[in-house]
């Protein structure tokens, strides 16, 4: 591995979420690994994200606050300004695990060229009070095919893409509003390897985002099938038209009796899947 240290532009798109971006920035300036930069995109905050952010502002590259029609649209802003050679994503509601990840990320990108440009590691989900609730572990070569089938994500915040593959696939399909990030990344894993850093936890992610929310469950899985006929694939195997069905029927649970009968249902699924519980424990 070479030992030259790339540059890491870290984007963060926000929308009123004064409470958590501190969080966030925080656990970018605790970071061990210097050369990085943050880039901030504001979709016009109405609370006090602003005041934080100008407050911060020293300490961060770009930063600029307009209306934006989603994620896709704000990263997309965010590009023109990223110096790194790296690029990585964050919700303003995720926060780097610990002040090493950087560090220990960063000896393997030039290694990994040219044959692989996205760099990853483990996931944590964990609620609003920090309390660890899964480790997403996914290494490449297992879940290759179910993510080109689009029955399962690469735990995608926190993770490095170079800047090539911007350059040569161009920016984020902005009709979308979730699966976005999966039209990308199968246009560039259909025919490349991702390298995944098994042992390393990047990120603790916040468990409520958008896709995480009940009544997004479905429109994720329609635009991942809309991704994959986009790019030329059969929009929906016999296992991803299962999982939609299943969506239908959790919304269906959740529209009638709430947020805590879902959970129950999630978690025996879970079980009778042979994981663990997540949302009844």
């Avoid at 009123?16 to 690994?33: E, K």
């Avoid at 042992?199 to 635009?223: A, F, H, R």
């Avoid at 969506?247 to 959740?254: D, I, M, P, Q």
């Amino acid at each position: 591995m070479a030992s030259r240290q790339p540059r890491i532009s870290i984007v963060i798109a926000v929308l009123n979420n004064a409470d958590v971006l501190g969080r966030c920035l925080d656990s970018i300036a605790a970071q061990a690994y210097g050369d990085h930069e943050t880039i901030v995109i504001d979709g016009g905050s109405s609370d006090a994200t602003l005041d934080l952010v100008r407050s911060r502002a020293s300490s961060i590259a770009h930063w600029e606050s307009g209306a934006d029609t989603g994620v896709y649209h704000a990263w997309n802003k965010a590009l023109p300004h990223a110096r790194g050679e790296w690029i990585c994503f964050l919700g303003a509601d995720d926060r780097f695990h610990d002040a090493d990840v950087l560090a220990r990320m960063a000896p393997h990108l030039a290694g990994a060229l040219p044959g692989v440009r996205l760099v990853y590691g483990r996931l944590n989900i964990v609620d609003a009070g920090g309390k660890l609730l899964e480790t997403l572990h996914r290494p490449w070569p297992e879940i290759r095919a179910a993510f080109i089938a689009g029955l399962t994500m690469l735990p995608h915040p926190g993770a490095l893409h170079h800047r090539s593959l911007f350059e040569e696939h161009g920016r984020y399909d902005e009709s979308f509003r979730i699966a976005g990030d999966y039209d990308l990344l199968l246009r560039e894993l259909a025919a490349r390897n991702a390298l995944c850093l098994d042992e390393l936890v990047t990120v603790d992610m916040q468990i409520g985002g958008i896709s995480g929310k009940p009544e997004n469950m479905l429109l994720g899985l329609e635009e991942i099938r809309r991704a994959r006929r986009k790019n030329g694939l059969r929009a929906a195997s016999p296992r991803l038209l299962l999982k939609t069905l299943m969506a239908r029927a959790g919304l269906v649970v959740y529209r009638l009796a709430g947020p805590r009968a879902l959970h129950w249902l999630a978690d025996l699924f879970r079980l009778l899947t042979l994981r663990k519980r997540k949302w009844t424990v």
